[in-house]
């Protein structure tokens, strides 16, 4: 019951804050990133490293809203900050006197880079063509095909998968439910384009296969990095979910190649 009903609530908030309005947008995934980004950061320190958290989040804050500004209001200076930001982290190094200050320093800028940015990214899909218009068709499409790809995967590996995609790393996943995956999402794609009509059949049934492609090694990425440290979920924020990593790891690499896609649409087709 508890788990039914806080995927209820996560899809509830999820869902509107795609949908109704950029505030309410920037404040569900400024959240989230930043909830995302303390999650790495506190997996990294099992891993006998000590990342800058407080730092890492305030640089994942202002690239969020960096992209949040340029896209909605057109203005960029406010990367200015992030980059004074980014600037100011190996220097903070200098006075923490921790052990490892490399690893430290590099775990720090893989948090923006694995878990910031591509949230910061998603900036680019409500607000895809450059008109400070804020639409969530883009957006809404590609987290259901995110959801479609692991609830097939789920249902087709559970009834038939015999053979292991990935025995070494996720014990569990099999080919049969990777192409339950595929077919289930490849099938949401040509319902987006029908029913979310700002791009074509085409450009939709591309970003199925993105979806499907890197969403399916996201999950396998976040499932090394789990068993490295020897851990089973990356926090306990969401009751019989995990963590913020455990329920986004498709998009962290979904996100970034969805953004190449559209900045490709907008250059040849806009």
């Known amino acids: 019951m ?10 509830i908030v999820l869902i509107a804050g795609i949908t109704l309005h950029p505030i309410g947008f920037l404040a569900v995934f400024l959240g989230i990133s930043l909830l995302g980004t303390f999650e790495f ?11 800058q958290c407080y730092t890492g989040m305030f640089a994942a804050g202002i690239l969020f809203l960096a992209c949040f500004a340029n896209t909605y209001l057109n203005i960029t200076s406010v990367f200015l900050l992030f980059a004074v930001t980014v600037v100011m982290i190996p220097i903070i190094e200098l006075y ?44 809404l499409g590609v987290f259901v095909m995110i959801w479609a790809n692991d609830t097939g995967a789920y249902v ?27 077919i ?8 987006c384009s029908i ?4 791009l074509t059949l085409i450009q939709w049934l591309i970003i ?12 396998l990425v976040e499932s090394l990095f789990k068993r490295s440290i020897n851990i089973k979920d990356s926090g306990k924020i969401l009751p019989g979910h995990g963590g913020i990593l455990d329920r986004f790891d498709a998009i962290l690499l979904v996100s970034p190649m969805v953004f190449v896609f559209l900045q490709a649409i907008k250059e040849f087709f806009h």
């Open 184 to 191: 289930t999402t490849i099938g949401i794609a040509w319902l």
């Open 96 to 139: 923490r006197k921790k052990e490892n200050p490399f690893t430290n320093i590099a775990f720090t800028f893989l948090g923006l880079l694995y878990v910031a940015l591509p949230f910061s990214l998603l900036n680019y899909m409500v607000f895809p063509f450059n008109d400070q218009q804020f639409n969530y068709e883009i957006l």
């Open 2 to 11: 508890k788990r039914t009903l806080s995927a209820a609530i996560f899809a």
């Open 156 to 182: 087709v590996g559970v009834n038939f998968g015999k053979h292991r995609l990935f025995e070494r790393i996720s014990p569990k996943k099999s080919w049969e439910g990777s192409i339950g995956g595929a």
């Open 195 to 198: 029913y979310l009509t700002d």
């Open 208 to 219: 199925a296969v993105i979806v499907f492609v890197f969403g399916s090694i996201g999950d």
């Open 41 to 51: 950061y506190k997996l990294a320190k099992k891993a006998n490293s000590s990342p």
